[in-house]
């Protein structure tokens, strides 16, 4: 009778570590799976912030915080009170903080060298938290991206006569 009562609690405690460590697992497979939603949304919110700094706009007036998507709730100086862009996607939350480029040595809120970092900070379910830091930068002269000429193939050899050629940009052909 002592050793069947030895073998069952033998028994029980194995169980039990099989349960406790089972549990566990499920616990490390959810955190892992929330925390990689947060870095998702994080990545999200920079893609966004990016998307609603306008073409062409020098970034003194982000970091003093008249552009319409990045607010500051009092007047913005660079240290304390940043531009911040908020917002989320599915069961997660975002903000990016907008910040002068730290390496810079003018003020918080006048970019010299045209580098802004934009820190997003994602938080989610079950306390998942990721932040992410991103450096934006803008070229210090009017360069704008580079058009596509597109010459079709259906339209058998295109010939240019000439020593040069002209392309408006207007769509005067239209499908």
Not at 35 to 55: N, Q, T
Not at 74 to 95: A, E, F, Q, R, V
Not at 128 to 139: E, I, L
Request: proline residues 6%; hydrophobic residues 40%.
């Amino acid at each position: 009778m002592v050793v069947v009562i030895v073998i069952v609690a033998i028994l029980l405690a194995i169980t039990g570590g099989a349960l406790l460590f089972s549990g566990l697992n499920l616990r490390t497979a959810s955190n892992l799976n929330t925390g990689s939603g947060a870095m998702h949304a994080a990545d999200y919110a920079l893609h966004h912030a990016v998307a609603a700094i306008p073409w062409g706009l020098e970034f003194d007036t982000l970091l003093g915080g008249t552009v319409a998507a990045f607010p500051c709730a009092s007047p913005c100086n660079g240290t304390g009170n940043k531009p911040t862009l908020t917002g989320s996607i599915g069961s997660y939350s975002y903000t990016v903080i907008a910040a002068n480029d730290p390496a810079e040595s003018a003020s918080p809120t006048n970019d010299t060298n045209q580098i802004v970092v934009l820190t997003a900070t994602a938080t989610g379910p079950n306390g998942a938290k990721k932040k992410v830091d991103a450096y934006v930068g803008r070229p210090n002269s009017t360069w704008q991206p580079p058009g596509a000429v597109y010459l079709g193939a259906t339209s058998g050899t295109s010939d240019f006569n000439g020593s040069s050629f002209q392309i408006s940009g207007k769509d005067t052909n239209k499908i």
